[in-house]
């Protein structure tokens, strides 16, 4: 590396967060990155490892070449660094706002020291590449002829859609909603990921380097699978896991009570302009929240919650607060789950763990007024109540968060009787379904993931779909080459 002993000489130095008393005020991004001087030197820090798992599958799902772009940072080569950045990662600017860096809990130095400030250096690469002009449309060099069609427009969708339409088929993409971006444009609080400065800003460019985007096409529903089929090559579906868990207790039927998709969703078509019948809206001001389910969607919740002016805010889970730190049966590089309070929490809610829910209470108007809950303890065979401490909590409006089961069955799946595992997700064959020309990536095909694995996702998946077309592996090289080079 360009600097040797920069792991010994350098502190770790993070992105700065607006005061939450602050940030709460509105809806716009509130990190501020390092000077690139700053910059720079944090990227001093990446050390000689040998072995970088940092890039490995136990840190990156897309392979970003990170001990390379560390060390062009270092040099000041930020253009040579952009180009080895998307070498690997359609989407740098989305998963250096929302990835999890998995990169980072996986880095060597991080055993012992704070990890090199990876996620950080790669939100900068990407920024400073829009501000320079390096990047732009990249027109697409063969026409194949062939026609691909998309179906859904999350992060797998666009990453298919683009790696496809650079090998030169015209890609087509189906989306549902009224907007591009699917979980990244309805499901992400529009503070952690801006949708008009951030996704519109790259599907627009996509949209100039020939991908056809139509909305409000509600694939197997509006318009019939076979159709597409009937039309196109090959049909990719990444419709992702949108089938919510429910909670089936009694007074289920309450008022007020939505899975945290319905509210995400809103919130965001909200800030972008849309009109949201009165009948239809999902408001927290002024209400008593409860927010069941401890991960990052019922976080996004709270977020949104704070912002609206809730009165207050609890989120219950239903199993025990992570530990502090790494565990035995979570040894380093693998992911560990500890215990991190995340923005949105720490802008005003209070948590609670070990919590059942067993009912909820509604008043004779049918609303929601609150729910019947119990402390649970965790044994070797689940969990047990603890006699004597049922409580109460108030609630005026009520958000399911507790994950996804899979993809909705109807529609799709359903019309072409696709194969479908165990856990109901679509079964393939190299991302190919037991249909002729129909493929599948993402959340629809894994299960619910991370944008970046479903970024990966999109990528192996277009290597399939482009050998179906070509009869031969044109796309093996994107692994390596970047679809954006220097011209």
């Not at 070498?87 to 990835?99: A, D, L, M």
């Not at 179906?468 to 994107?478: D, E, G, Q, V």
Request: aromatic share 8%; charged share 25%; hydrophobic share 35%.
């Amino acid at each position: 590396m360009g600097k040797v002993t920069g792991f010994r000489e350098y502190k770790r130095q993070n992105f700065s967060l607006a005061p939450a008393h602050e940030r709460i005020k509105h809806n716009n991004e509130f990190v501020t990155p390092p000077s690139k001087p700053e910059l720079e030197t944090q990227a001093a820090r990446c050390m000689d490892c040998g072995i970088p798992f940092c890039h490995s599958n136990y840190g990156c799902p897309v392979g970003n070449l990170i001990p390379q772009f560390n060390d062009q940072i270092y040099k000041g080569e930020w253009e040579s660094a952009f180009r080895s950045l998307m070498s690997t990662n359609n989407f740098p600017e989305f998963t250096g706002r929302v990835c999890p860096a998995t990169c980072e809990t996986a880095c060597v130095l991080g055993m012992n020291d704070d990890a090199v400030s990876i996620k950080g250096i790669e939100y900068s690469i990407i920024e400073k590449a829009y501000e320079e002009g390096w990047m732009k449309a990249q027109m697409p060099k063969v026409c194949t002829g062939k026609k691909v069609a998309v179906v859904g427009s999350g992060p797998a969708g666009l990453s298919v859609a683009n790696q496809l339409n650079k090998a030169g088929h015209a890609v087509t993409v189906y989306e549902r909603d009224k907007r591009i971006g699917g979980l990244v444009r309805y499901g992400i609080p529009n503070f952690k990921l801006d949708k008009v400065k951030v996704v519109q800003r790259r599907v627009d460019i996509m949209a100039e380097e020939g991908v056809e985007f139509i909305t409000e096409a509600h694939i197997g529903v509006d318009i019939p699978l076979k159709t597409l089929r009937n039309e196109y090559d090959a049909v990719v579906l990444c419709g992702g896991a949108s089938l919510p868990r429910d909670l089936p207790i009694e007074n289920r039927d309450a008022n007020n009570i939505h899975f945290a998709m319905e509210f995400l969703s809103q919130c965001n078509s909200r800030i972008e302009g849309e009109e949201i019948p009165k009948e239809k809206e999902i408001l927290a001001t002024g209400k008593h929240v409860v927010v069941i389910g401890g991960g990052d969607t019922g976080s996004d919740c709270v977020g949104n919650s704070v912002r609206q002016g809730a009165e207050s805010i609890i989120q219950i889970e239903l199993m025990s607060k992570a530990p502090l730190e790494r565990t035995d049966a979570m040894p380093w590089p693998l992911y560990p789950r500890v215990f991190k309070l995340s923005s949105s929490q720490e802008e005003g809610c209070t948590l609670d763990y070990d919590i059942l829910s067993k009912s909820f209470i509604k008043d004779d108007a049918g609303n929601v007024t609150g729910i019947n809950c119990v402390k649970i303890e965790w044994g070797d065979k689940g969990f047990n109540e603890i006699e004597g401490s049922d409580f109460i909590l108030k609630a005026d409006v009520i958000f399911l968060a507790m994950g996804f089961l899979g993809p909705e069955q109807t529609g799709m799946i359903e019309e072409l009787s696709l194969d479908t595992d165990p856990r109901s997700n679509i079964a393939t064959n190299h991302y190919a379904t037991s249909a002729e020309g129909i493929f599948s990536a993402g959340d629809m095909r894994r299960g619910q993931s991370l944008v970046v694995w479903a970024i990966h996702e999109g990528r192996e998946c277009a290597i399939a779909v482009d050998e179906f077309l070509s009869k031969k592996p044109t796309l093996l090289n994107a692994r390596s080459k970047s679809l954006y080079e220097k011209r």
